[in-house]
C-alpha cells in the first residue's frame, strides 16, 4: 500500500529505516500487531520499509469480541501490505496477576510463531519513560530502571524513539481507527495511572519534558551497565574455579563489577529472589571477612536452605539442612 507523505508516519517509517539497518539489513520481520495505535503504525511502517513483514495478533480471549478485534487488526495488516497475518489464541493462566499472566502468554506465543524472525514491538519513548519511572519508584534495583532495548533478541523496538501522539497521528494520516483496549483506561491497572495522572502531573510540576528525560535516562544506564556487566564477565571468568569463587581473584575488583560477579554466579547456582542486602552480605563474605556463618540467599527446597560460605579462600554456594541449623 502506498502511504501519504505526512509528517508523523514519515516519522515512523524514519525510525523504522534506521533500525532496520542497524539490526536487520536482510529486512525479513514479524510484526507484534495489537490492532492499538502504536503497533498498528509500526506495522504500516514496516510494510513500507521492511522486504517481508509477517504480522502476528496475539488474542488474549479475555474479552468478549477479541476474537473479531483480532480478526480485523490481521486484516489491516494484510491491507497494509504485510506477505500474512496470522491470529494466535492463547490461553491466559498461571500466577502472579492477569498482567502479568497475559503477558507471558504473548510472549509465548509470538516466540513459537516467528520462525526465526526478529518480532518487531511497538513501544514508545512513552512506554520507555513509564518503565524507567515504575522501575525507580519500585526500588528493585538499578537493572530496574534500564529502558527497554531497541534490540534484545528477537525483540525489536524501532519506536522508542518516537512519542506516542505520533503513532496516533500516523493512524489518522493512514485513515485507520486504532483499537483502544478497555484495559488502557482502567485506573485497577498501575502503569495506566502512571500514564494518565503521575506523568502528566510531573510534566506540569517540572515544566515538560520530563518523558523524554527518563528515556534517555534510563538508555544512558543500560549503556553503562552493559559496559560493566562486560568486565563482570571477564572478571567472573577467572574468578570461577569449579563452581566456586576465588576470593582473592575479587578482592581488588572494583564494587559494582564485584556484586554483578557474585549475583550471576548465585543466579547460576540457583539464588532466587536475590535483593541487595543478601548480596551486600556475601561481597562482605569477600571484603569484609571476620569468619561469619553462613549467608542465606534465597532459593534451596523445603528442607533446605541455599547459602553461600567462605572456606579455603574461597566462596561456595549449596544446600543448609534446616533442621540441622
Ligand atoms: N494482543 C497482542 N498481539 C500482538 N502484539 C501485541 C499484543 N499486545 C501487545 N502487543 C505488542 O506489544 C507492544 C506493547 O504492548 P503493551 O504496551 O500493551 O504491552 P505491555 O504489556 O505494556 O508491554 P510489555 O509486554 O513489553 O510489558 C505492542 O505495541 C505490540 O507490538
Redesign the pocket.
Known sequence: MLLPEEPAILEVRHAVRRWLVQHCPGGVVA??????A??LA?TAAAAAEARTVRA?????RLQTGSADV?QE?AARARALGCVSAEV?GVDVTGSGGL?AA??DA??RA?DSARRSDPV????TLD?QAE?VLLGLARGSGGRSIWG?SAYDSPWGRPLLGVRRAVTHQACSELGLLPHE?PH?ASPDFT?VRLRTEVLPLLEDVLGGGVAGALARTGEQLREEGAVLDSAADTVGARAVVDGELDVAALADVAPPIRRRVLRTWLLAAGARALGDKQLRAVDDLVVQWRGQGPVAVGGGTPDARLVVCRRRGRLNVGLDDRRRV
Open positions: 510484526v507484534a500487531l495489537s490492532g492499538g502504536d503497533s509500526l502476528l495478533v496475539v488474542d488474549h483480532a487488526a494466535l498482567e497475559a503477558r504473548r510472549y509470538l518487531l514491538l511497538g513501544h512506554d518503565t527497554m483496549d488502557n502503569r
